[in-house]
């Protein structure tokens, strides 16, 4: 998927806002601060994050939060019960535009976790980001499976993916060459070995 200007100026700020936290402190720097960092207008700031806390998650390509076309037509294509008609396959597929604004480089993986030691407030957004993000995810499957697929099994589908984005993830650190290795491939290499476990 083709990274738009959006998504790298959304990427710059969020980088630049992690930065700061880690240079000074969540309180320590001001939204003007980061628009300064990030060779933005305040105004442009603002139309992509409300809060300093937002700047610093950056956001989740996911169906509420996306303002990417190709995104949301992945998303109108899921719940169409697409590309495959598989529902696991199809999860697999919507990796790439769930993850692609998130920025998992090698050097933005260590920011956010050298992030997350400056501050608990920190630290319970994030949770609260994951939750709805989670939320976000179990809604999709049920607008695609319908109600009778159920609530409980849509989030537990959600709790194993993110198993196996874990797993992915902990390949992806380890790698000798992170830079080469594509995240989202590896996610579904990762997807499809918990398939064949499970089967």
Known sequence: MAVTKQQR????????????????????????????????????????????????????????????????????????????????????????PILADEGFDPENVALRRSMLTCSTRLIEAMHEHFEQTADDIVALILQREGAGFGEERAHLMVRLLVAVFDSAMRSYLATDDPDGTDLVDLFVAHLRTAGELLG
């Open 9 to 96: 100026t959304r990427a710059r700020i969020n980088h630049c806002a992690m930065r700061l936290t880690i240079d000074r402190g969540l309180d320590g720097w001001t939204m003007e601060d980061l628009a300064a960092a990030a060779e933005v207008s305040r105004r442009t700031l603002f139309n992509y994050f409300s809060s300093k806390i937002d700047a610093v998650l950056g956001t989740i390509g996911s169906p509420t939060r996306s303002d990417d076309p190709t995104a949301q037509a992945a998303f109108a294509v899921f719940v169409d019960r697409g590309p495959t008609g598989r529902l696991v396959d199809d999860v697999a597929v919507l990796a790439g």
